[in-house]
Nanobody, 116 residues
Framework: QVQLVESGGGLVQPGGSLRLSCAGS????????MGWYRQAPGKQRELVAT???????NYADSVKGRVTISRDNAKIAVYLQMNSLKPEDTAIYYC??????????WGQGTQVTVSA
């Protein structure tokens, strides 16, 4: 049984930082793209950042310059360092992993709330 578990979410003041982590377990196989998506109340889930196996990254325009995605290819792990957080970053953040056969796996999400 494959499981992805996010951690690191919480309440932070505007301008603050958080580091999200996603740890996977189970047999996923060779990993391709890993990433983070988020969903704010009343909105669709949207891309935050992705990273390929060769460390090529892609960021949503709304987070460019404030967010850094990284991964550990030795294990099923992807990270999201978020700086200069804004209230509009408030959402549930989900990690995402795609294996060699293009099968997608999702975590259960971690809440990030940016508020004074």
């Amino acid at each position: 049984q494959v499981q992805l578990v996010e951690s690191g979410g919480g309440l932070v003041q505007p301008g603050g930082s958080l580091r999200l982590s996603c740890a996977g377990s189970g047999s996923i196989g060779v990993l391709r793209t890993m990433g983070w998506y988020r969903q704010a109340p009343g909105k669709q889930r949207e891309l935050v950042a992705t990273i390929t196996r060769t460390a090529a990254t892609n960021y949503a325009d709304s987070v460019k310059g404030r967010v850094t995605i990284s991964r550990d290819n030795a294990k099923i792990a992807v990270y999201l360092q978020m700086n200069s957080l804004k209230p509009e970053d408030t959402a549930i953040y989900y990690c995402y992993v795609q294996n060699f056969f293009l099968k997608d796996y999702w975590g259960q999400g971690t809440q990030v709330t940016v508020s004074a």
